[in-house]
C-alpha cells in the first residue's frame, strides 16, 4: 500500500525520517521536494489529494498560488506595456491586426494591443525619396534611338495606400516611369528631346507618371522629374553636335540682329522725324519768302504805274550798288588837267589774289578809295567817247561800257 492512501499511516519516507530523527529538514529533500511541487502544479506529474504537511515538506496551497499570481501578474503588465508607441513628427504608424489594416496612427505616444495581438508599422511619409531609370534606350517617333538616364523624386502622401494597396510599391513605381517615360519619348521626335522639348518631355512624363499611380491608389506623390541625360547613339553624336552648335548660332546671329535692330531703327525713325519737320520749316520759310517777294513785287508794280521813269532808274541804280559793291573799283580823278595816269598792275594784281584770300579789300588799301559816301556814278571810269549819265537816263536798263 502506498505511503499517501488511506491506512499507510502516513508513513512517507521524508516525514517519517524527519519525525525520527528531530533535526532539520535535509536541503536535498528540501530541494526535491521543491522539484516535485512545480511538476504537479504545471500538470507534469499526476497527484492524488496529497497530504496537507509531511515532515520537512513545504505547502502546497497558499504560498504557491500567492507567488504564481504575482508573477503572472507582473508578466501581465510587462506585456500590456509593450503596446506603447511612439510616432516621430515625420512618420505615421499604420496599425494591423493578425496583419489586417486597423487605423493610422499621427505623430506622438500611442498605444495599441500588445504582440501578437496588433502590430504597428512606422512609416516616413515626409521623406523625398528617388528612383533613377539610367540607360533607357527609348525608340522616338521618327525611328531614331536616344539614350536617356532620369530620376524621380517622391513622398509618401498615404501610408495605408503605400502599404496595403501595391504589392512591392517601389519597384512597382520604377516599372510604371519606365512605361510612362516610353509612352512620352515615343511621340516625340528625337531632335525636340534632345534640344527644345526637353521640358515638355519632363512636365509630360510627371503628369502622365502621376495619373497611373492614382488610379493604382499607390499612396506616392511625385514632386519632381529629371531628364539628367538624353543624347543619341555614338554613331550619330557628331552629327547631332553640329547641328546644335548650328542652331545655337543661328540663335546668336537673330539675337545680335535684333539688338542692332532695335538700335539703329529708333535713331533712323529719328532722323527721319527731323527731316520732316525740317522739310516742314523750309517749306514754310520758301513760301513766307515767296509771298514776301511776290507783295514787294506788287507794290512795286504800283510805284511803277504811278513814275514809271522814276521807279525804272531807281532799279537801275540800285542794281548797280549791288554789283559795284561787290567789286574792287579805282578812282581817277581827270579834272586836273591832262595828267598822265599811272595804273599799278601789278598791285592789282596782288590785290586781286587777297582778295580771293581774304574775301575782299581792306578799307585802308589805297586801291580800294570807294566808299558809301561817294557819288554812285562817279567810280565809274569816264572815257572821252563814253556817254554822261544824262544819256544813260534814257535807257531803261543800261550798262556802262
Known amino acids: 500500500m502506498a505511503w499517501n492512501e488511506p491506512g499507510g499511516n502516513d508513513n512517507d519516507p521524508w516525514g517519517n525520517r524527519n519525525k525520527d530523527s528531530g533535526g532539520p529538514p535535509d536541503l536535498d529533500e528540501v530541494f526535491k521536494n521543491l522539484k516535485k511541487w512545480f511538476g504537479s502544479v504545471a500538470g507534469k506529474k499526476a497527484g492524488g489529494n496529497g497530504p496537507s504537511r509531511s515532515g520537512g515538506g513545504i505547502p502546497s ?3 504557491g498560488g500567492k507567488g504564481l499570481g504575482l508573477i503572472a501578474g507582473i508578466l501581465g503588465i510587462v506585456w500590456l506595456l509593450s503596446g506603447i508607441y511612439v510616432i516621430q513628427p515625420a512618420q505615421a504608424g499604420v496599425v494591423t491586426q493578425f496583419g489586417a489594416f486597423v487605423r493610422t496612427t499621427t505623430p506622438g505616444p500611442h498605444w495599441r494591443l500588445p504582440w501578437p495581438l496588433q502590430t504597428v508599422e ?3 511619409v515626409e521623406e523625398i525619396r ?29 501610408a495605408e495606400d503605400y502599404l496595403f494597396n501595391v504589392r512591392g510599391p517601389d519597384r512597382t513605381l520604377e516599372e510604371v516611369v519606365e512605361s510612362a517615360l516610353r509612352e512620352v519619348v515615343g511621340s516625340t521626335i528625337l531632335e525636340s528631346v534632345l534640344t527644345t522639348g526637353r521640358d515638355v518631355v519632363w512636365n509630360t512624363t510627371l503628369d502622365s507618371l502621376q495619373e497611373v499611380l492614382d488610379s493604382y491608389e499607390a499612396g506616392i506623390f ?6 539628367e541625360r538624353a543624347q543619341p547613339p555614338e554613331e550619330v553624336q557628331d552629327a547631332f553636335s553640329d547641328a546644335i552648335k548650328a542652331r545655337e548660332d543661328k540663335e546668336r546671329f537673330v539675337n545680335e540682329a535684333q539688338a542692332y535692330s532695335n538700335e539703329v531703327l529708333p535713331r533712323a525713325r529719328g532722323d527721319a522725324q527731323r527731316a520732316l519737320e525740317q522739310s516742314e520749316a523750309y517749306k514754310a520759310r520758301v513760301e513766307q519768302a515767296a509771298i514776301g517777294e511776290s507783295e514787294r513785287f506788287l507794290s512795286l508794280l504800283t510805284e511803277y504805274s504811278k513814275a514809271p521813269e522814276v521807279t525804272r532808274e531807281r532799279l537801275y541804280l540800285e542794281a548797280m550798288e549791288t554789283v559795284l559793291s561787290k567789286t574792287n573799283k579805282v578812282l581817277i580823278d581827270d579834272d586836273g588837267g591832262n595828267s ?41 571810269p569816264q572815257e572821252a567817247n563814253q556817254p554822261n549819265r544824262d544819256d544813260l537816263r534814257s535807257r531803261e536798263r543800261g550798262s556802262v561800257r
Open 122 to 124: 512606422k512609416v516616413e
Open 61 to 63: 496551497g497558499n504560498i
Open 130 to 158: 528617388s528612383a533613377k531609370l539610367t540607360n533607357q534606350l527609348i525608340l522616338t517617333q521618327d525611328e531614331n534611338i536616344v539614350d536617356i538616364d532620369l530620376a524621380v523624386q517622391y513622398n509618401i502622401n498615404s
Open 340 to 380: 598822265l595816269m599811272y595804273l599799278p598792275i601789278d598791285q592789282l594784281m596782288n590785290q586781286n589774289r587777297g582778295t580771293a584770300s581774304d574775301g575782299g579789300l581792306d578799307d585802308s588799301s589805297p586801291l580800294n578809295s570807294g566808299s558809301n559816301d561817294s557819288p554812285r556814278f562817279s567810280d565809274l
Open 222 to 227: 511625385i514632386t519632381a522629374v529629371n531628364l
